[in-house]
């Protein structure tokens, strides 16, 4: 059965600070690995979508990298902003086409 | 605007009394889902569905029925609510079921007492 973690559960960084989550997977049999925000009593908005024969993905300041080998995932935030404060979740699809969740990481950028 | 919508929003109900969220997806997607999310414990995926009368378990189906009769809607149903059901519910879509984004419901917060 496919685990996912990610640590830390929470991280707390100045203003401008450069950072990278953390989330690793303990089935390396997938077809994706996805990166999303949350947002206090929001719903999931997707950030970045990895599939199985990528190594990484960028978005803006985002970049994600995927090592499916080692069962690993990074996604790192360039330049951290208040605005960046929020829970970081990272999800994997395997070949049941569930798709299963860590606990995320929450983040506060402090200005 | 694309969007997942679910109704309602917010509900408190009663142990024993049949409820039903609504979510509809006005992107055209295959592939429907459904999670409840509770602290300590994440996101869960209640039901999927990979088109129009195909519908899977997920990780917690038990207490949940749902059924796929148009694409665009993919309602979760509660026939027996109970108190452990308590939770932040979210649909989900996308075009297909791998390799595709994943687009979220703003979520609905279920209360049963």
């Known amino acids: 059965k496919q685990e996912v973690t990610q640590i830390p559960a929470a991280l707390s960084v100045p203003e401008g600070e450069n950072l990278v989550l953390n989330c690793s997977f303990t089935d390396s049999a997938i077809y994706n690995l996805q990166w999303f925000r949350q947002d206090p009593g929001k719903g999931l908005t997707s950030l970045l979508l990895?599939?199985?024969?990528?190594r990484e993905q960028t978005s803006g300041r985002l970049n994600a990298s995927l090592d499916k080998s080692s069962g690993r995932s990074t996604l790192y935030i360039a330049a951290s902003q208040p605005g960046d404060s929020a829970t970081y979740l990272c999800a994997v699809q395997g070949g049941s086409e569930k798709l299963v969740f860590g606990k995320g990481t929450k983040l506060t950028v402090n200005p | 605007e694309a969007q997942v919508t679910q109704n309602p929003r917010y509900l408190i109900t009663v142990t024993g009394k049949k409820l039903t969220v609504t979510c509809s997806q006005n992107?055209?997607?295959?592939?429907m889902s459904w999670y409840r999310q509770d602290p300590g414990l994440g996101l869960r995926q209640i039901y999927y569905s990979m088109n129009v009368e195909v519908t899977d378990k997920g990780d917690v189906p038990e207490g949940y029925k749902v059924s796929r009769k148009e694409k665009r809607n993919f309602p979760l149903i509660l026939e027996s609510p109970s108190p452990n059901q308590t939770s932040l519910y979210f649909c989900a879509s996308s075009f297909l079921a791998s390799a595709h984004t994943q687009y979220f419901g703003p979520g609905t917060r279920l209360t049963v007492l």
């Open positions: 990895i599939q199985s024969s990528q």
């Open positions: 992107m055209n997607h295959e592939y």
